[in-house]
């Protein structure tokens, strides 16, 4: 099976600073992988996804992910953080390789953005 | 106007009562998901649907149910048997042409006084 973790429960930057949202995952081979974010009492927005097309994945809102199959990582970034970010972000993976029906969620980072 | 639609917004519901949350879309999608949210936590598979009048039991299925009478529907009855239904329930749905990708919609949340 395939799983994710998200290493940081919590992140504050400051307005106008860099975004970094760690996320690794286990798996046996190049899965798809997903950023989604979620707003306070809303259901969760599909960020950005990859393929294997590209390792570098652009997605809404000026965030983008890179995949790193050595160091099995996809964290989430942006250069400047902007107060409307402060979200819950989810990273996620199918839950069984080659099936499509099953998603396997991290258990969430909060960003919090400040002035 | 197309999406996905669950109601109520809000639900709250007596100990010893069911209680059925909707879930609709009209992107004409063929699977749809639902799953619980509690704080601090990810989100966790109840019941999946990949075509009508089929469905599949996920992670958490016990005190739950569903139905897929309709492609458009996929209705969530939490029952007596939930112990602690209290909880944002989120619904989903997938397209085949798309993938794994699951869009989702806005969310209810439910309180057992």
Sequence with gaps: ?115 | DGGITQSPKYLFRKEGQNVTLSCEQNLNHDAMYWYRQDPGQGLRLIYYSQIVNDFQKGDIAEGYSVSREKKESFPLTVTSAQKNPTAFYLCASRRQEHGDTQYFGPGTRLTVL
Aim: contains cysteine; aromatic residues 10%; charged residues 15%.
């Design chain 1, 1 to 115: 099976a395939q799983s994710v973790t998200q290493l940081d429960s919590h992140v504050s930057v400051s307005e106008g600073t860099p975004v970094l949202l760690r996320c690794n995952y286990s798996s046996s081979y190049s899965p798809s992988l997903f950023w989604y974010v979620q707003h306070p009492n809303k259901g969760l927005q599909l960020l950005l996804k990859y393929t294997s097309a590209a390792t570098l994945v652009k997605g809404i809102n000026g965030f983008e992910a890179e995949f790193k199959k050595s160091e099995t990582s996809f964290h989430l970034t942006k250069p400047s953080a902007h107060m409307s970010d402060a979200a819950e972000y989810f990273c996620v993976v199918p839950a069984v390789a080659g099936t499509a029906s099953k998603l396997t969620f991290g258990t969430g980072t909060r960003l919090q953005v400040t002035l």
